[in-house]
Structure formats: structure tokens, C-alpha cells
């Protein structure tokens, strides 16, 4: 059960955006934040008469003259925790990742796209190794990717729970 969900990314989170809807009792809240103009008008106009769905037209980057680190939206928002989280932003996903800061503590699960090798149509995206290595980094174990034929690798990710974690 996701309670709290975050979507960087709307032309991939449409699927949780419509899981929202069906299943208000799995998504207690949705943040969903795309940087296109045209994409957050279409799913704002869609999605906007329900209660557990934010849809926001926001650029998140580490440039403070190009938009907003997810640090600072998650503290605007004042939200305590992230159950899941899912960043798809063609090519930028891990740095984007990054941008949580200390907020990154608050995730629980979440899933970037990363490259195999060096993609020209994504040529921004992290490898498969550099993610990896940060998200062991941070705590988390990589339990599965997917293949799309474009040249991408989503990878899911969770928390490690270890007997020293408490849980809440």
C-alpha cells in the first residue's frame, strides 16, 4: 500500500495518476509534477476533482534559475514521508533523485530510469552502475529492472530495513 506517492515525470506516472483514482484507499496522496506546460494542463484538467491527487507544474532541478529541488518542494508541502516515488524525466532522473538532500531518509521505495550503456537520446541519463552505487549509498536495495526498447532500464528500488531500524 502506497500511502504517499511523488511522480516527477507525468507522461510515465499516468498509469499511478489512474491507480489513484481506482484505489483512493492505496494512495492516501499523489504529487504529481511535470515541468511541461501542455502535459500538466491535460492531467490537471482530468485528475483535478479528486481529493488525493496534486497535480503541479513544476520544474525539479538542482539549479535554482531552472526550478526547485525536491528537498525544498517536499518541505513546502510539508510531506513526512514518501512511500514511493517515481522519476521519470527523460535523461536527468538520479540527479533529480539528488535533489532530496537529507530528505532522501523519507523514501521508502521508489523507480528511476537509468542507461545500459550511452544513450544518444538520453544522453544526461546515469548508468546503470552510478545509479546502483548511489542507491546502495543511500540504503536501498535494487530488487528488479525492466528493459524498454528504447534504450532504458527502470530500476526498483526499497529501503533496506535492517534489526537496527525501527519501524514506525
Not at 511541461?36 to 479528486?50: I, V
Not at 540527479?95 to 523514501?107: A, G, N, P, Q, R
Amino acid at each position: 500500500m502506497s500511502n504517499i506517492v511523488i511522480a516527477v515525470g507525468l507522461s510515465e506516472s499516468n498509469s499511478i495518476l489512474n491507480e489513484a483514482v481506482i484505489f483512493p484507499e492505496n494512495i492516501k496522496m499523489m504529487y504529481a509534477l511535470d515541468s511541461s506546460k501542455e502535459m500538466y494542463e491535460s492531467n490537471h484538467a482530468k485528475f483535478r476533482k479528486y481529493k488525493n491527487i496534486k497535480i503541479f507544474n513544476q520544474c525539479i532541478s538542482d539549479n535554482s534559475s531552472e526550478g526547485i529541488k525536491l528537498k525544498d518542494f517536499i518541505i513546502e508541502h510539508d510531506i513526512p514521508k514518501i512511500d514511493n516515488i517515481i522519476i521519470n524525466t527523460d535523461g536527468n532522473e538520479l540527479e533529480i533523485f539528488k535533489t532530496l538532500e537529507d530528505k532522501i531518509s523519507l523514501v521508502e521505495n521508489g523507480s528511476i530510469k537509468c542507461s545500459p550503456r550511452e544513450n544518444p537520446k538520453f544522453p544526461n541519463q546515469a548508468s546503470y552502475e552510478d545509479s546502483v552505487a548511489f542507491l546502495h549509498s543511500q540504503n536501498f536495495n535494487v530488487h528488479s529492472l525492466s528493459n524498454i526498447p528504447e534504450g532504458e532500464w527502470t530500476l526498483f528500488f526499497s529501503r533496506v530495513i535492517n534489526e537496527n531500524t525501527e519501524l514506525t
